[in-house]
């Protein structure tokens, strides 16, 4: 199968693109699309459906006018991941599923999905996950070494605005009452340095590292003994959730029932009620290194069915299941390509016609199938009528 990804971002790139790929389809990676380069990426790679998700740089009113006008015209299937539900579904998740009108909703938050469904939109639940080719665990980095470290940016402005938000709870069970004890966290995200005045604590410049590639999260995860991990809402999880436990590390977290219906506590993970027990519970496993191991082992373990590639192959199949798919775009091979979009303009192309087949373009372009299909990122020799496809580079 062929999936479009409407990304330019680098954390979905690296996680639900490689999911399906994992599960044997294809996936090109649109960069950042225009009215004409999203038609000549549709026409020359055919996808099967077309994914956008969250709220990013290819959101604009104007790419969202764009993106429905041309998966309408080349009647293309659009499913849009309603990653920023429930705090922002009314604000917005609503306007943009009215602008993009997608043929099919996957929410995080499961109370949406009748919300969608009362829009005339089908929609289900899908879960955050992690990749198993970016969140495996490492060896020990120095540079990344700590006693106990948190990966997540502040969100000042946020909290300032949002009071009741689940977020400040877990600020207060993980985060203040080791402040207040003097014990040293590493922050790795933004804005760490401007919450003196939230924690009334004025966080040591050393401990504070700011921003961290998405793809070097595993390193602060496998050097660490202790990861801290907030929790956005009391019945879901963060993707940070997942991720750590991938990459085979300590996670302490709140107590949430989304954290019991997923994990054990004690098991898996350590969860805390309160900030008391925080400090009680960090001080115990940062001296019992053999107790946070077998957590840790069996955490990476239990976290294995969340990974994308599950995720994938949920989505797939709810969307066979509600005929948005057919049952033949299973996927035939055993993995697939991760492909990024690059302007037609350095190769030679070919509109295909009624009747064509690869063969006959094969023997008349002298290339062979197997270029044909190379370069075109195909998954077989099936090809349609109006597809582009590269013929060879040009010769400058």
């Not at 401990?207 to 602060?220: E, M, P, Q, S, T």
Request: net charge negative; hydrophobic share 35%.
């Amino acid at each position: 199968m062929r999936i479009l990804f409407l990304e330019s971002g680098e954390i979905w790139t690296n996680s639900l693109a490689r999911g399906f790929q994992a599960d044997g389809h294809d996936v090109l990676i649109s960069g950042s699309i225009n009215n004409e380069n999203l038609s000549q990426m549709i026409e020359d790679f055919y996808p099967d459906f077309a994914i956008t998700i969250g709220w990013g740089r290819e959101h604009t009113k104007d790419k969202q006018k764009i993106i429905r006008e041309q998966m309408v015209s080349h009647k293309i299937p659009l499913v849009y991941w309603a990653v920023e539900d429930p705090a922002y579904t009314d604000v917005w998740s609503i306007p943009l599923v009215n602008n993009i009108k997608p043929d099919f909703i996957f929410t995080l938050c499961p109370d949406n999905i009748e919300t969608y469904k009362q829009l005339g939109i089908p929609s289900d639940h899908l879960d955050f996950g992690y990749e198993e080719t970016i969140h495996h665990p490492t060896n020990v980095h120095p540079e990344y070494e700590s006693d106990i470290a948190i990966v997540a940016n502040a969100y000042p402005d946020i909290l300032y605005k949002y009071p009741e938000h689940y977020r400040h709870r877990s600020l207060d069970i993980l985060i203040k009452p080791l402040l207040m004890e003097n014990i040293r966290i590493d922050f790795w995200g933004n804005n760490w340095d401007k919450m003196a005045d939230y924690f009334d604590f004025d966080i040591p410049n050393e401990w504070i590292h700011g921003f961290l590639n998405y793809n070097d999260a595993n390193k602060v995860y496998s050097s660490a003994k202790i990861l801290l991990g907030l929790q956005n809402y009391p019945d879901l999880l963060t993707q940070r959730t997942y991720e750590i436990l991938g990459s085979g590390g300590f996670l302490i977290t709140v107590d949430t029932p989304g954290v019991r219906k997923n994990f054990i506590p004690g098991k898996d993970l350590v969860v805390s009620l309160s900030p008391e027990e925080t400090v009680q519970k960090i001080r115990y496993f940062l001296n019992h290194s053999q107790k946070r191991s077998q957590i840790q082992i069996q955490g990476r373990k239990t976290v294995q069915d969340h990974s994308y590639k599950t995720r994938a192959i949920q989505m797939i199949k709810t969307l066979i299941d509600n005929n948005i798919l057919k049952n033949s775009f299973y996927p035939t091979k055993e993995k697939g390509e991760i492909l990024y979009y690059k302007p037609l303009d350095d190769y030679e192309t070919y509109k295909v016609k009624k009747g064509d087949t690869l063969y006959r373009i094969s023997s008349e372009y002298s290339v062979s199938i197997k270029d044909l299909i190379t370069l075109n990122g195909l998954t077989s020799d099936l090809i349609f009528e109006d597809q582009i496809l590269k013929i060879r580079k040009r010769i400058v």
